[in-house]
């Protein structure tokens, strides 16, 4: 929203929801001319209150790169060039149409990468693109991160996107595996300010304990710190419900009636207790009964675990037993606990039985993973494309998506990009993995779009709406991100490059409310589509549909039947955004499990407790174990090619403990060669008495080294690519999750 120009300095004012990570911080803008002359945090937004991280304090550097495409690219062997939007999609329609048909749809893939989390284009046209598509090849940077906790969810509520938050404004007690969140400023967790609403934690006598391989900036806050060995998260956590069970401390609360499983839950834990899984994970067992204790006397307590649980070889198990324990400890649904928000543009159904969840309604072609969330694991992408045979994968369009940088034994899949038949990727640079694309689309800058986050506002830590309008006009050369995944998905489903996008646009708007129209659980005041189509006209894309949604939302107006409520008119009278109060219960509501309960012990989850079992009856590992880690000033590989996120210090080292140094003679500063099973480099040493011992650290989203790239800064300071050490055979069982933490490593001197 922007205030009035000032008419002595004809400077004025804009705000936007800063866009670069999962907090949703307001911004503060001063332009003059069309020029960002100032930024900072806006104080007055309802829910950052002013906070600014160095990343969103960096975002006009991001528009103003001299390295960000502003125009469409095409490929021609080794050489670029600019060509307009109709010539590129055309190519586009060229180099894929026929190979489809001659090869199938399968023949093409297409991968997302997070940052299409962050735009509404993503939020409401990627649908729209993947059915056009009409290809079982699907992949996104999900499997290299966070699908575990979505299976976990989905099996246990119903759903894989209703995903209970930390409610950290009112918990006493704050139990932390594998997240940083001072570094992260929160993951599946949407709430500005971490650093402050901890701090606010300890102030009012609350208690902060972290899990983690690593004494991180957040381990450093807390009240405790307790270092685990990577990978046996699920352990830890299993054994804490063995000590439920053991001293009687299980206790439902309000849950009584609304869960199913706990007895099977129970007899899982028995095998668990705190004396066999110690040597393991590096815990000893006193402190997990402390833990186990602590957590069930807490008045408010809540388990809350991340990437670093993810990632590793019992992912979907560990995301399931930090539910588990907030459901048995009664914090789950409750104030101070684990909630679920109640986003302003997600319609409120009633409670029903629900058809659940399922995965591996069908299988990759090579290996035969299963599917989940209707995608294949991104660490199987390399085998479909170097494998012959029917299906095998011929081309492939990326949005936002650098998986040469973020999929494991990433080497191999850099070669297999090589040899596509056409590549197409969304992205506004020439980076790693577009390197080998045939044409690039780059949407217009973020300062460009319209902002409103559909996905953060449900994993937010209060219920908020807030709608930015763009602060500087898009160029007349640039094309916003939501016009090119409409063109994309116009060619696909053979209306052509040349088809008007309104034609598609205005067939999802009105798909969207005939849907509304029929269903007996939305009420539109007796309305009719032309009716609510012209209390829409105003907008057209992601903005119209996002009138939509608000409006037949929970708080909305529902098109005349509440005066009150929502609406984006709304949104656009409140630059800094609603607050639409704190996280509320809300089962049995949000269940869409077959009993309509808590499924607490789902039979795929339960079964895989085998495999854990067989894990802590071998003897414990003693080999180097290699983990990742972030920084404040990144997030993935995004922002290496701006210098205020780069300068300083050498951030891409190989953190190490001090005994583990000495004892292969290390020493700081000096590189070591660090090789795994599947690849090997050199990188500097940067021994720290916060890592664990046996364990050390690189950061990812670094090795900006590839040749053909236009990333000038980033080639500056490239950095090593820590996932060429991981291999990609390795995935959590049942999500298809890419081992990235808790890799065997050796380390030598060159």
């Known amino acids: 929203m922007t205030q009035g120009q000032d008419p002595k300095t004809?400077?004025?004012?804009?705000?936007?929801?800063?866009?670069?990570?999962?907090?949703?911080?307001?911004?503060?803008?001063?332009?003059?001319?069309?020029?960002?002359?100032?930024?900072?945090?806006?104080?007055?937004?309802?829910?950052?209150?002013?906070?600014?991280?160095?990343?969103?304090?960096?975002?006009?550097?991001?528009?103003?790169?001299?390295?960000?495409?502003?125009?469409?690219?095409?490929?021609?062997?080794?050489?670029?060039?600019?060509?307009?939007?109709?010539?590129?999609?055309?190519?586009?329609?060229?180099?894929?149409?026929?190979?489809i048909k001659k090869d199938g749809n399968d023949a093409v893939a297409l991968y997302l990468g997070n940052p299409n989390a962050h735009t509404m284009a993503a939020s409401c046209f990627l649908k729209v693109l993947i059915k056009s598509l009409k290809s079982k090849n699907i992949y996104s940077s999900s499997s290299v991160d966070q699908i575990p906790k979505h299976v976990s969810c989905g099996f246990m509520f119903g759903s894989p996107l209703t995903i209970p938050i930390p409610d950290i404004d009112r918990t006493n007690y704050f139990l932390i595996l594998g997240a940083n969140p001072l570094a992260s400023n929160g993951s599946l967790c949407t709430a500005?300010?971490?650093?402050?609403?901890?701090?606010?934690?300890?102030?009012?006598?609350?208690?902060?304990?972290?899990?983690?391989?690593?004494?991180?900036?957040t381990a450093q806050m807390a009240n405790e710190h307790h270092f685990i060995r990577p990978g046996t998260d699920a352990l830890f956590l299993l054994s804490l419900v063995h000590v439920l069970f053991k001293e009687n401390l299980v206790s439902l609360g309000k849950l009584d009636g609304h869960v199913t499983g706990i007895e099977v839950v129970k007899k899982a834990s028995e095998l668990f207790s705190p004396e066999s899984v110690e040597g393991h994970c590096g815990i000893n067992k006193t402190t997990i009964f402390k833990i186990a204790r602590e957590l069930a006397a807490a008045d408010k307590a809540v388990v809350y675990a991340r990437m670093g649980t993810s990632v590793v070889e019992f992912g979907t198990l560990s995301n399931w037993l930090v539910d588990v324990l907030n459901v048995l400890t009664g914090n789950l649904d409750k104030e101070g606990g684990a909630m679920f928000p109640m986003a302003a543009h997600v319609p409120v159904i009633p409670a029903v039985k629900g058809k659940g969840f399922k995965i591996g309604r069908w299988k990759s072609r090579v290996k035969g993973l299963p599917e989940v969330m209707g995608e294949f694991p991104a660490a199987t992408l390399a085998d479909e494309i170097v494998t012959p045979g029917s299906g095998q994968i011929k081309a492939l369009l990326t949005v936002a998506a650098n998986p040469v940088i973020s999929n494991?034994?990433?080497?191999?899949?850099?070669?297999?990009?090589?040899?596509?038949?056409?590549?197409?990727?969304?992205?506004?640079?020439?980076?790693?993995?577009?390197?080998?694309?045939?044409?690039?689309?780059?949407?217009?800058?973020?300062?460009?779009?319209?902002?409103?986050?559909?996905?953060?506002?449900?994993?937010?830590?209060?219920?908020?709406?807030?709608?930015s309008p763009p602060v500087i006009p898009c160029h007349e050369q640039e094309m916003d991100k939501w016009m090119i995944l409409i063109r994309l998905a116009s060619i696909f489903s053979g209306m052509g490059a040349t088809a008007d996008p309104k034609a598609m646009d205005d067939m999802v708007i009105q798909f969207m409310i005939n849907q509304a129209l029929a269903s007996s659980k939305t009420q539109l005041a007796d309305r009719s589509l032309d009716d609510i189509l012209a209390m829409l006209d105003k907008n057209d894309g992601p903005v119209r549909i996002l009138d939509f949604l608000?409006?037949?939302?929970?708080?909305?107006?529902?098109?005349?039947?509440?005066?009150?409520?929502?609406?984006l008119d709304t949104l656009l009278a409140h630059p800094h955004g609603i607050d639409l109060g704190p996280l509320k219960p809300r089962i049995p509501e949000i269940l869409l499990t077959p009993s309509g309960k808590i499924e607490l012990a789902p039979d795929l989850i339960v079964s895989d407790i085998k495999r854990l079992h067989t894990f802590i009856q071998k003897p414990p590992e003693r080999q180097l174990v290699l983990i990742s880690r972030r920084h404040l000033r990144s997030n993935n590989s995004w922002f290496h090619n701006l210098p205020k996120l780069v300068k300083g210090k050498?951030?891409?080292?190989?953190?190490?403990?001090?005994?583990?140094?000495?004892?292969?003679?290390?020493?700081?500063?000096?590189?070591?060669?660090?090789?795994?099973?599947?690849?090997a480099l050199t990188i500097p040493i940067e021994i720290s008495g916060d890592m664990m011992k046996g364990v050390v650290s690189i950061p990812h989203g670094w090795g900006h080294d590839f040749p053909g790239m236009s990333l000038s800064v980033a080639a500056s300071v490239p950095g090593v690519n820590s996932n060429i050490l991981a291999d990609e055979k390795l995935m959590d069982t049942l999500s298809g999750n890419a081992v990235l933490n808790g890799i065997p490593v050796s380390i030598s001197v060159p």
């Open 550 to 567: 608000l409006r037949t939302g929970p708080y909305g107006d529902g098109f005349g039947l509440n005066s009150k409520g929502l609406s």
């Open 192 to 217: 500005p300010d971490f650093p402050g609403r901890l701090r606010s934690l300890k102030k009012r006598g609350g208690k902060l304990v972290v899990i983690d391989p690593c004494r991180t900036k």
């Open 408 to 467: 494991p034994n990433s080497t191999r899949l850099d070669k297999a990009l090589s040899t596509l038949d056409f590549m197409v990727a969304v992205d506004f640079y020439l980076n790693e993995t577009n390197r080998h694309a045939h044409v690039i689309l780059p949407p217009a800058s973020p300062l460009s779009h319209s902002q409103y986050d559909f996905f953060f506002y449900g994993l937010s830590v209060r219920n908020i709406a807030n709608f």
């Open 650 to 679: 050498n951030r891409c080292t190989l953190q190490i403990n001090p005994e583990d140094a000495s004892l292969l003679g290390l020493e700081e500063g000096c590189p070591a060669c660090v090789s795994s099973a599947v690849g």
């Open 10 to 99: 004809g400077e004025h004012i804009a705000y936007h929801t800063c866009p670069l990570c999962e907090a949703t911080c307001g911004l503060e803008f001063t332009l003059k001319d069309n020029r960002v002359i100032r930024i900072r945090g806006d104080k007055e937004d309802v829910f950052s209150t002013g906070y600014l991280c160095p990343k969103g304090a960096s975002i006009v550097d991001l528009h103003n790169d001299p390295d960000r495409l502003r125009t469409p690219m095409v490929r021609t062997g080794d050489t670029w060039k600019k060509v307009s939007w109709d010539e590129a999609f055309a190519a586009v329609e060229k180099g894929l149409l026929p190979l």
